[in-house]
């Protein structure tokens, strides 16, 4: 069986009406040997917490679908602790984990965004806060995590990542933020990892081996197939439960599907 043929996912029919010229060169050639299961998320609105300001919108709903498809990813253990990371910068991981974190919420979860980027963090930009004390600081013995954590809303919470520290994959892969994940467990019904590009650095490969599933995200159009698979395959050098991939930012065509779910607003918004 090759590589190909062992990629895990989800199957999610939600974008059929979309025109999606990437996605079908990658499943002309999936259909030679493999099937890639994924999540489709389209290009309308590809930043920012889409599932809050349009929650009526299929972009909305698709990521909905994404969070039914999580709870429902394994038989035997629920999957409580999520890492969501890309093969390389740039490719909308960071929002994809903002707006699975909002879906979970959403559904009556109490919910933190942890971020783990401790390279290029964006947590503290998407939710215009300051930064000072996160992560860095609690896995440093620096500051207490009820000091470090933030409350967007009842059922929403998020820990920045802190000061940029000189050794972000000791610190990832530290006795400390094991710990602190299993304290996060308790406090919390859902965690979400925010972490660094794969092809960058190994902070990725380590935090997904502390988490109980992965999410790979691919930007459509732009991430090359030799390179997602590449990622792939050094998350499962490290035995990571790679429960799913999201195809990001998919372009969509004007008028060739049907609303089942919004309002004109959101016709207005293609």
Excluded: W
Aim: with cysteine.
């Amino acid at each position: 069986m090759s590589l190909l043929e062992k990629i895990k996912g989800y199957t999610l029919e939600i974008m059929k009406r979309y025109k999606l010229e990437e996605a079908r060169s990658y499943k002309a050639d999936r259909m030679k040997s493999y099937k890639l299961e994924k999540t489709v998320v389209d290009n309308r609105i590809h930043a920012g917490f889409i599932v809050e300001d349009k929650p009526k919108s299929i972009v909305a709903e698709a990521y909905r679908t994404l969070r039914t498809n999580i709870q429902y990813s394994s038989f035997d253990k629920e999957i409580r602790t999520i890492a969501v990371t890309s093969a390389e910068m740039a490719e909308g991981k960071s929002t994809v984990a903002g707006n699975i974190a909002a879906s979970f919420a959403q559904n009556e979860k109490k919910v933190i965004l942890v971020d783990c980027d401790l390279r290029k963090p964006s947590v503290h930009k998407n939710f215009k806060v300051s930064n000072l004390i996160g992560l860095s600081e609690v896995l440093l013995g620096k500051a207490a995590i009820e000091e470090a954590v933030q409350k967007r809303n009842d059922n929403f919470y998020f820990l920045t990542s802190g000061k940029i520290p000189p050794n972000p994959s000791e610190m990832l892969s530290s006795s400390a933020m094991s710990n602190l994940i299993e304290r996060l467990k308790v406090e919390f019904n859902i965690v979400v990892l925010d972490t660094a590009p794969l092809k960058a650095v190994t902070d990725a490969q380590i935090l997904s081996t502390k988490v109980d599933g992965t999410i790979l995200v691919i930007r459509a159009g732009e991430t090359k197939r030799d390179i997602v698979m590449d990622a792939k395959n050094l998350l499962d050098k490290v035995g990571a439960n790679i429960i799913g991939t999201v195809l990001h930012a998919v372009e969509n065509t004007r008028g060739k599907y049907s609303y089942y779910y919004g309002n004109d607003e959101d016709k207005d918004n293609l």
